[in-house]
């Protein structure tokens, strides 16, 4: 199921003879999920075949929990006066942990702000 991306996404695909790069704004759409071998990731711009473009992307689990204390050591980088983002952040980062925390099998636990805050993380 995919939903609109909230704000902006830059992708850049560097080979040694090629370079791709490519932007997905407000008009794009984003899928993020889990899967029984990692974290799955589609960013999607609908559109003719001038401007259609969409990337896919599978980390496994072991990356994405290094990825995360990459990003929990360099926090620090965001302003500490854009509150709103430190805000959502860590609303997101929270209902992944609650997420995990919470008994695997018992998912009606969460209520629909913690599954919405829970694919925030996963953007």
Do not use: C, N, Q, W
């Not at 932007?23 to 559109?47: K, N």
């Not at 990356?63 to 854009?82: C, E, H, N, S």
């Not at 919470?102 to 009606?108: C, L, M």
Request: proline share 5%; no cysteine.
């Amino acid at each position: 199921m995919t939903k609109p991306i909230p704000d902006k996404a830059e992708v850049v695909l560097e080979y040694p003879d090629k370079f791709y790069s490519g932007t997905f704004e407000r008009s794009s759409r984003f899928d993020a999920h889990v899967d029984d071998t990692g974290i799955s990731l589609l960013l999607d711009r609908p559109g003719d075949a001038e401007t259609r473009k969409s990337i896919h992307m599978h980390i496994h689990y072991a990356l994405f929990a290094d990825i995360l204390r990459d990003l929990a050591k360099t926090v620090a980088a965001v302003p500490a006066g854009d509150a709103a983002h430190r805000e959502s952040l860590r609303e997101a980062a929270k209902a992944l942990y609650d997420a995990f925390d919470a008994d695997a099998g018992d998912v009606s636990r969460m209520t629909p702000e913690d599954e919405v805050l829970l694919l925030h993380v996963i953007e």
